[in-house]
């Protein structure tokens, strides 16, 4: 017998967001990950009131911390540490893009 999927996609901009639940399912995660990813300071939602609501900035965020746990092994603390020195290598390039040097 033959099944199929079908996929359906949401384009999170700036005025949409996912709830708690459905941004879980997105991240392929749990939602008491998500809660503890919060409570850790490394996530942090979109908007808070009434309801969490997460965006795709946040999504993307979810999945490099758990590619760096699965990759590396990698409990929170050293995540934390990893995206700290990622992000300052992104905010380096950039800084180096707007004077006109070409960053690898």
């Known amino acids: 017998m033959n099944s199929t999927s079908i996929a359906i996609g949401v384009c999170l901009d700036a005025d ?39 965006g795709g900035e946040e999504l993307a965020r979810v999945r490099r911390i758990r590619r760096l746990q699965r990759d590396f092994d990698a409990n929170l603390q050293s995540v934390a540490v990893m995206l700290d020195l990622l992000d300052e290598i992104e905010r380096l390039r950039a800084q180096l893009r707007r004077v006109g040097i070409a960053a690898r």
């Open 16 to 54: 949409t967001g996912l709830e708690l639940e459905a941004f879980a399912a997105a991240c392929g995660t749990e939602t008491d990950f998500v809660r503890v990813l919060i409570d850790e300071g490394l996530l942090q939602p979109a908007a808070m009131q009434p309801a969490w609501r997460f």
